[in-house]
């Protein structure tokens, strides 16, 4: 079967740096997304890795290891606004997307 | 943010209702999807249509039915709900263009309560 395994929730402190892991077992690989969905508020798009590496968007950074299944979601100078949900999705090999539960990430003052 | 809106945002049916979600992307995509959203669970694919055509059924119950006329439009219809389909619909949309990462751009989704 194909899974997706992400911690269900994390809580981190203003102005830190918090990494969000993701691991996963597919049929085939053809990228990772990262996506941002605030309570009540549609998923929205953070990255796209297919390469190993890390790509650095602004305070978010996602690095992905193809040979691990592993991938992760790094926020630094974390602001009250990130609080929010950060779901994993794997590109399959049938081009099918496969969701993680998502990871709940709250932020204390 | 309205690429792709949703209405109604909220609905509340009885078990023997019929009614219907609508969704409308204005980003020029082929694609459009069905999703239902559980607390705590993955999202569920339920439905893809590419240039209006489905593509995608995931075992999804016939009390769920979906409608495309056009590449910007997307219904669901509603009948003879049970409680546990109780959740949050979202709709996305994608370019399906070939080469590089096919992105799905969602909407707020439809909380839905059935009683």
């Known amino acids: 079967g194909q899974n997706i395994d992400q911690p269900t929730e994390m809580t981190a402190t203003e102005g830190a740096i918090v990494q969000i892991n993701c691991t996963y077992q597919?049929?085939?690989?053809?990228?990772l997304f990262w996506y941002q969905q605030h309570a009540g508020e549609a998923p929205t798009f953070l990255s796209y890795n297919v390469l190993d590496g890390l790509e650095e968007k602004g305070r978010f950074s996602s690095f992905l290891s193809r040979s691990k299944g592993y991938s992760y979601l790094l926020l630094k100078e974390l602001q009250m606004k990130d609080s929010a949900s950060y779901l994993c999705?794997?590109?399959?090999?049938?081009?099918?997307?496969?969701w993680g539960a998502g990871t709940k990430l709250i932020i204390k003052p | 943010e309205t690429g792709v809106t949703q209405t109604p945002r909220h609905l509340v049916m009885g078990m023997t209702n019929k009614k219907s979600l609508k969704c409308e992307q204005h980003?020029?995509?082929?694609?459009m999807y069905w999703y239902k959203q559980s607390a705590k669970k993955p999202l569920e694919l339920m439905f893809v249509?590419?240039?209006?055509?489905?593509?995608e059924n995931n075992s999804v119950p016939s009390r769920f039915s979906p409608e495309c006329p056009n590449s910007s439009h997307l219904f669901l219809h509603l009948h003879t709900l049970q409680p546990e389909d109780s959740a949050l619909y979202l709709c996305?949309?994608?370019?399906?263009?070939?080469?590089?990462?096919?992105?799905?751009?969602f909407g707020p989704g439809t909380r839905l309560t059935v009683l």
């Open positions: 996305a949309s994608s370019p399906m263009l070939a080469g590089g990462p096919d992105t799905q751009y």
């Open positions: 999705a794997v590109v399959d090999s049938n081009y099918q997307l496969i």
């Open positions: 980003l020029g995509h082929n694609a």
């Open positions: 249509y590419n240039f209006k055509e489905q593509t």
């Open positions: 597919t049929s085939g690989f053809n990228g």
